[in-house]
């Protein structure tokens, strides 16, 4: 057996891949915690130094991680592969302990204090004379672990690990966000013989839960496999998950109601009726006292008056401690209450509940209200040193109140409160039961980046599914009771936030909300958020009045959230990935007068509406959540936020915890142990080559390849790209699944699509029309399969640019490349596709309703694009067509000008036709456009021109306007996540010199 450092470092290197290193090893003997530390016995037993069971390596390992370029460490302690007669010098590992989070390691020695390291603040006791120490390693990225103990009697190799956990453990602190443990990804080979992660108890973290696998999965490229291990891991793990899914989703489904509400109060204490918010009933808004003027003992008073209200005793855990930082990125002042609502293992159910199916029983009825207030104390000395409930207690009451009669079978669950932030929620007494483990959090980021002006607060509460409903021969009365421990459970986190950016929250309450890439035995589920961001609309103010201001309403709404800061930063994956939003169909909720001058919609004319109080939430695949109401209530008008609210229904899946622990861990022991065999894996595929035959624009092309697991193993496979440089595949091809496992004789049929949409159709049209790729499948610890791809383009007039549409002697679709253009000086006056349908509408559509604004048959426009395509005339209908046939060509022109690289007006002369100010300067601009742009504008304007002319009278404005409002997003056409857009009003008012009547 190895007995110096250098062996031992030689020996703990040579089980470990060419990525990881090791840094400091040293021999000990594992003992038992109870046993190290028992001051009745404090020296252990020498005889442990004579048994080779107890013999253990101590090291410590770094890599450095390839997707961050971060260095990551741990402790891996190895012991003794068994064997029956010989003396073992092959080790297997045993524990792996990553240097992160509350990592700590301590030694003591018989008759010593302990001397704690887990702030590495010195290593002097290790240069005395000492012949035997006690080293305790307390893991800090899961705090279900138990400590690990052992002896060693290498002082000086000790030192060395001590002094590499320090560097690794500062380094971790001062890489990693406060409370966020980072991914250990490498990790996974050496802990194989773990649990698999869908029966972990800690949730996953949802922002990485929704990565695509192959994403996940080491570099690789052909004849370069990568990390073999880690992608069999990752494969191995997710074809277990998918299979647990496919089981959760066979399950019946427990409906839970959660009315969430948001409300920035603006220093205000409840004055007015809740019920339109807390009960979702719109009703005359009665005047209550007015609680602001109650003494902190008279609010005591009429809270205990309450009764029913407070029945009960509320267990809750203390807050957590988390570390903040000041954020600048974002809106500059941030109302968020944000609910987030997710589980550990499953998919949409194939079995669902209808709406009406609640536990109450009642559609209308929440089963659980989560509230969450903004600016509940806007005074200097709250911010300071507020420790009082008052407020908490006032709004409590009130919104009790708002439930009206059913108030009575509602209890308050749990409250967190941060100075002007609090959240509370309230359930209906029959589940109070089913409700558990509740955990509570603040984060202070406001001031210096610590006081609790802004920041949020949250919690986090484990639901377990009631049993089923009573039946009629039940006694209606009977309290619900939590289902028996043997189904899973679901845990939901709500936070609500006030601050400038949501990040810092994300990543400040992940401290307690534990993300997925250290799992022990269990499974649970966690939450999305109440979000009351105030994102602004990134308009120009009079834009924004004038929008609110017309008719119809929601048009006008779907038009001015184009421009919402939120959906831009969603857009763009700059915030709140994954999440999901319910459409908005209510006017911005903020901000209103208080005592100020007003506009005639009651907004405060020196701050611009904006859609502030927002609803977010996020799933995972085991849960779905229906976002089914989202609305505001005008009619509370206390603050200068109008309260906003969402019914949400929440669908868990009832599912016995053995029977899922049993199935998973069958699979798991199928496949966990593959990569070890000394069998090949081996797949046949059916094909080596594919011909996807003519690939049309816009239209889906469809073929499959069969793979068979023909050898004896299990067999992890994925697709990479020929060099580092390259693609997977091409962009005009999509392959499902990218990755997969297959058992011995198992097949399995990987789809493939190819679909040739704007972006590739642009580069398309004007190069060579073959689609010829070759595709790599590699099999891990295997050999690579070559499969070549090929498609005939067929060109389209569409994607195409008004330049070269000019210049194509005949179709779209009979062109070659360049050598089929007709010279400069030959080229057209205008598009002939153009002209050609605005000539067929100007000769049959004049009279048809709705034109340009219903959308046409999509079958039928297709079918018209392909006439523009191959030169084919379009045909004349019947009168009784006339309208579906007309609604379709005037679609496919609209498709048709969308689809150009650059709209017919340049975005460099947009800023000017926004200024305009006469229908001269309007016509004056066109002078500056290229011929064929000019043509197709002149074209296309007079005809709209024309139909605005024909319409009665007492619908022109109306109907102009939206015309103009259609053709500014495509004529016009910008990019809508810029900092600054141009007004939409003034792009409107440009075309409506060229087509309004008169």
Known sequence: ?????????????????????????????????????????????????????????????????????????CIFILKPKPRPTLPSDTYIVEHVIPIVGRFSI??????????????????????????????????GHDPTLEPISFLTRNTHGLRAVLAECKRLKELSDANSEPGVIPPFIWIIPYISNRLPEILSPIPPDLRHAHRPLHTLLSPATAGQPGDEALDISLICEEWIKMRAYDLIASSPRSPLRIRVGTFNVNGKLPSQDLSPWVGGRSRPSHVIPPLKDLSPLSMSEATSASGDYFEGKVEQTDSMSVATRTTTSGASDVNTSTAFFTQSSASPSRIMFSSSATISGDPEVPDLLVLAFQELDLSTEALLYSTKTTREEAWCTAALAGLGEKAVGYQKLISKQLVGMLIIIIVRKEIANCFGEMKTTSVGAGILGLMGNKG????????????????????????????????????????????????????????????????????????????????????????????????????SLSLLQQYDQLKLAMRTNKAFNDFSEHTITHS????????????????????????????????SAVVEANQISYSSHPEITMSDHKPVSSDILLHVPVVKS???????????????????????????????ALDFGKIFYKRSAVQSLELENVGKVSCAFRFVPITNEAPI??????????????????KLFITLTANVENIVARRLNAGSGRLDDTLILHT???????????????????????????????????????????????????PQEVMKLVNWLMSNATEIKNLFLSPGDPALVADIRECLDTGVELTQPSTCDM????????????????????????????????RVSSRDEAFGILDELPSASVNVWISVTAFLHFISQQNPTNTQPLDVRRLADTFVSILLRDDLDVVAPISPICKRNFVLFFIAPG
């Open 1 to 73: 057996m190895a007995e110096t450092m250098d062996d031992l470092m030689v020996t703990v290197q040579d089980i470990l891949r060419d990525s990881e290193e090791v840094k400091v090893a040293i021999s000990a003997r594992i003992v038992e915690v109870e046993a190290s530390t028992n001051s009745s016995n404090p020296f252990p037993d020498i005889s442990i130094w004579e048994d080779p069971g107890k013999a253990r390596i101590v090291s410590v390992v770094t890599n450095l991680d390839y997707t961050s370029g971060e260095e990551q460490g």
């Open 106 to 139: 301590s030694m003591a020695q018989p008759r010593r204090a302990t001397i704690d390291l887990s702030k590495a603040t010195t290593i002097s006791a290790l240069g005395q004379a000492k012949t035997e120490l006690t080293v305790t390693i307390r893991p």
């Open 456 to 555: 949020a607060t949250a919690i986090r509460l484990v639901f377990n599914p009631p049993l089923p409903e009573p039946t009629s021969s039940s006694t209606s009365a009977q309290p619900f009771l939590p289902a028996p421990h043997t189904l899973r459970p679901v845990v939901l986190t709500f936070v609500n936030s006030h601050l400038a950016a949501f990040d810092e929250i994300c990543y400040n309450t992940t401290g307690w909300l534990p993300t997925n890439h250290h799992p022990v035995n269990g499974v649970s589920v966690r939450c999305p958020i109440l979000d009351d961001l105030n994102y602004r609309i990134n308009l120009p103010d009079a834009d924004v009045r004038t929008l609110l201001a017309e008719e119809p309403k929601l048009e």
């Open 588 to 619: 911005p909720s903020y901000r209103f007068s208080s005592g100020v001058l007003a506009d005639d919609l009651g907004y405060d004319t020196k701050r611009k509406p904006a859609w502030t109080d927002r609803v977010l939430h996020m799933c």
């Open 658 to 688: 053995e029977k899922l622990e049993s199935y998973v861990r069958s699979l798991w022991r199928d496949v966990m142990d593959f990569e070890n065999s000394e069998e090949i894996p081996r797949i046949k595929l059916t094909s080596s």
């Open 729 to 746: 595949h091409p962009d005009w091809l999509n392959i499902k699944p990218m990755s997969g496992l297959m058992r011995p004789g198992e």
């Open 780 to 830: 891990s610890l295997g050999k690579d399969h070559f499969i070549s791809i090929s498609g005939q383009y067929q060109r389209t007039c569409f994607a195409t640019s008004l330049e070269r549409l000019v210049r194509l002697s005949g179709p779209a679709r009979s062109a070659e490349g360049d050598s089929a253009l007709l010279p400069e000086e030959d080229a057209m006056n205008a």
């Open 883 to 914: 309208e579906r046939v007309a609604l379709a060509v005037a679609t496919c022109l609209l498709e048709l000008l969308e689809s150009l690289p650059q709209p017919v007006i340049p975005v460099t002369l947009q800023s000017r036709c926004a």
